[in-house]
């Protein structure tokens, strides 16, 4: 099994919001638990893996392994207050179109800590502009913009762990 569909696989067991997923294919396993494994208690989601002993796995087996954040809010809960602000704020937010993470990892707002926000709000961006960056194991996707506007929030904090279909961004599309 390769990297892709390990990562493909976390993005099924995300959506189904299962609790706990195994699978053993040869001397290959598998094990994914989510913050809904253990009958309410939050838990981290982690993945173990066990590779054959003839299987080589240097650097690569750290891209099998979900880093666990420290002391982060679940995303569901960090966006929340952000949405109601806005709300409170603004009014109302369905007028804003969302831009949201097509993939489970780390959220970067810039290419590096020296560079500048690939947007901020009240930056004007159209339809295949780079808006973030998604850091899945070891890789960075850009992201890309799905619709125009104009950036009126932001609401994943730098270097924070966004899950798959999470909004990063709410748009203006005026």
């Known amino acids: 099994m390769d ?6 696989l976390l993005k099924l067991v ?14 290959f396993e598998l094990q994914i638990r989510t913050k809904y494994f253990g009958k309410g208690q939050f838990v981290v989601p982690s993945i173990q893996a066990t590779l ?13 392994e979900t880093p666990a954040p420290v ?9 929340e207050p952000a949405l109601s602000k806005t709300s409170a704020a603004a009014g109302d937010d369905s ?36 808006v973030c960056i998604v850091e899945a194991m070891k890789l960075f996707n850009e992201i890309e913009a799905d619709i125009s506007g104009t950036v009126v929030k932001v609401l994943v904090e730098d270097a924070q ?14």
């Open 95 to 130: 007028r804003y179109k969302a831009v949201k993470s097509p993939i489970v990892g780390t959220f970067y707002r810039s290419a590096g800590p020296d560079k500048p926000a690939f947007v901020k709000v009240g930056d004007t961006i159209s339809i295949g502009s780079v």
């Open 14 to 27: 995300s959506r189904l919001e299962l609790s706990e997923f195994k699978m053993k294919d040869g001397e």
């Open 3 to 8: 990297a892709k569909e390990i990562q493909e």
């Open 52 to 64: 054959p002993q003839s299987v080589s796995v240097s650097a690569n087996s750290a891209s099998l």
């Open 71 to 79: 002391a982060a809010p679940t995303p569901a809960s960090a966006a």
């Open 161 to 174: 762990p966004v899950e798959y279909d999470q909004v990063l961004f709410l748009v203006d599309p005026k």
